[in-house]
């Protein structure tokens, strides 16, 4: 009983994970039309930054981290807008050159966090309390689980209030439907769009500083490895639906560690895109109907 | 209202071109838009008809001059040629399905212009009823409603309407035929329609295109009396032609 426990909130904390990386490639796709192949970069910027400023804020003692996610969160956010002001907006409606942009940043970027950092993962110093932990039904669940699933709820929470009840969620729910109609009402959608980038840089850098914690570490290509991940989560909830990533990120995650729990160590990757698959066959369109 | 460049054009193009996908649909349209009434924009199937309210918004590249007030406007971006005044409302309608009427109507509200809401609800009472449904559950004249509803917010000076009564039930044409009267009564209204008993009733120019240039410009009713005239612009035979089949005939 305690393994089911365990498996089932370890489980949930990397749907966590997975969601906190890709509402923002979900709503980028839903809104934009763009794949972002560079959202990896924006996770490993936002990482190393919460690694650095972690490093040079041992003075305010508890608050170090959470400052330190909150400089991570504002790096993510600042590339995100920066990257798409100068890079995609040139390129809107010509997808084969967006997808080579974003492909290109993506591999720079970890050249760049190699050649600044080294290949090797550095030591995350997260705080102690996320490396201990929790007994439920006899099951020791790590915290960082919890601070995984607490963070992404609050996204959760935050994205849905703030595209149900405000104006510019109303104009990213339209812009998804159909954004040349929201044009030709008189909005800029262009402001909309990197609005977008910077929330998704903020959400994927948040996902790159709690992975941190959760590896352990930070490294170069920790962006790319999550980024495959986020790609199949969203496929799965279908593009632009953060609703369906919610749901499909929690699936992944589940399937994927009681494959690795029950069937092998390792198989759970395996398992995740045979997910995928079946998903497609049944739903080509995805969990909520939204395609690429 | 005074005419914005001094000829009573409120709209003109200059040899405007629309190239998609290596095919030519404009090729060098001229005609003017004067201030005030409906000027409808007729013509066969895949003439160029929307592409050309799409140039005029922006929507597609076009060369060539697009003036509107005596500026140019060719070249930038969508939503500012809306907000120097041109309202549109879309073939298909493209109301946000997954929004409620108000807030497809709320989307439509710009900042800084207080929206007409009394209009709307005058002209079109059972969107209020409606208010909190959403866009894609309503029939396809409850839609159009809703489409001609969000430009009749904001005092545009400029309507471009694209085939408002297609796919509607005759009672529902008059309804949609009404609100156009009405609009146009306080707002310009460039007119894309096939049911030509409605451009008999609401139009008082018309502009004939075929195979992407002009080829024809007269009073509306001038051309709708002249059955060779029709025939051979648009291939239908009488002024009480209407759509059927997605071509201009004669209503039986």
């Not at chain 2, 709708?224 to 005939?249: F, H, R, W």
Request: hydrophobic letters at 50%; aromatic letters at 6%; proline letters at 4%.
């Amino acid at each position: 009983m305690s393994s089911l426990i365990l498996i089932l909130i370890t489980g949930v904390g990397l749907g966590a994970l997975y969601f906190l990386v890709a509402s923002g490639l979900s709503l980028i796709y839903g809104l934009m039309h763009v794949l972002n192949f560079a959202h990896g970069a924006f996770l490993t910027a936002g990482a190393y930054a919460a690694w650095v400023a972690i490093g040079h804020l041992t003075g305010l003692g508890g608050w170090a981290f959470p400052v330190a996610v909150l400089v991570g969160m504002a790096v993510g956010a600042a590339i995100g807008a920066g990257v798409e002001f100068c890079l995609i907006r040139p390129l809107y409606r010509r997808h084969i050159e967006q997808v080579l942009v974003t492909v290109g940043l993506g591999l720079m970027a970890v050249a760049l966090f190699t050649g600044i950092w080294g290949a090797d993962p550095q030591p995350f110093p997260g705080p102690e309390w996320t490396r201990q932990t929790t007994d439920i039904g006899g099951a020791a669940i790590p915290n960082d689980r919890f601070l995984l699933i607490a963070a992404a709820g609050l996204l959760l929470v935050g994205l849905i209030a703030l595209l149900r009840y405000t104006r510019i969620g109303l104009i990213i729910r339209a812009g998804v439907e159909n954004r040349t109609m929201v044009q030709a009402l008189g909005i800029d959608v262009r402001r909309t769009f990197t609005l977008v980038f910077a929330l998704g840089g903020a959400a994927a850098a948040l996902g790159g500083v709690l992975g941190s914690v959760y590896l352990g570490s930070v490294s170069p290509g920790q962006g790319t490895a999550l980024l495959i991940f986020a790609f199949i989560v969203v496929v799965i909830g279908g593009f632009g639906s953060i609703g369906g990533t919610a749901i499909a990120a929690l699936l992944v995650g589940m399937v994927q560690q009681m494959t690795n729990f029950y069937v092998g160590s390792g198989i759970g990757d395996v398992s995740v895109v045979l997910l995928l698959a079946a998903v497609l066959l049944v739903r080509p369109a995805g969990l909520t109907g939204r395609t690429a | 209202m005074t005419p914005s460049d001094g000829t009573g054009a409120i709209l003109r193009l200059t040899d405007v071109t629309v190239r998609i996908a290596g095919s030519h649909i404009l090729q060098g349209i001229d005609f003017e838009v004067a201030e005030g009434g409906v000027t409808a924009l007729l013509g066969r199937n895949g003439v160029g008809k929307s592409t050309t309210l799409k140039a005029i918004l922006g929507i597609v590249a076009a060369d060539g001059r697009i003036e509107f007030d005596g500026r140019e406007i060719a070249g930038l971006p969508t939503h500012r040629i809306v907000r120097a005044g041109i309202g549109y409302v879309p073939e298909d309608r493209d109301v946000f399905a997954d929004l409620t009427v108000a807030q497809n109507l709320e989307l439509a509200e710009q900042p800084g212009v207080a929206a007409d809401y009394d209009t709307v609800h005058e002209l079109f009472p059972e969107l209020l009823e409606r208010r909190k449904q959403r866009a894609g559950t309503l029939s396809g004249g409850q839609q159009q409603m809703v489409a001609l509803a969000r430009v009749m917010l904001n005092p545009a000076r400029l309507l471009l309407v694209d085939e408002p009564t297609k796919g509607l039930a005759p009672k529902l044409v008059e309804q949609v035929g009404d609100a156009l009267a009405r609009i146009a009564e306080r707002t310009t209204v460039l007119l894309v329609e096939q049911n030509l008993p409605l451009v008999r009733r609401i139009a008082e120019s018309a502009v004939v295109l075929d195979t992407g240039r002009v080829v024809h410009r007269s009073p509306a009713a001038q051309l709708l009396v002249d059955e060779a005239l029709l025939d051979s612009l648009l291939g239908v035979s009488g002024p009480g032609a209407t759509p059927m089949s997605g071509k201009m005939v004669r209503e039986t």
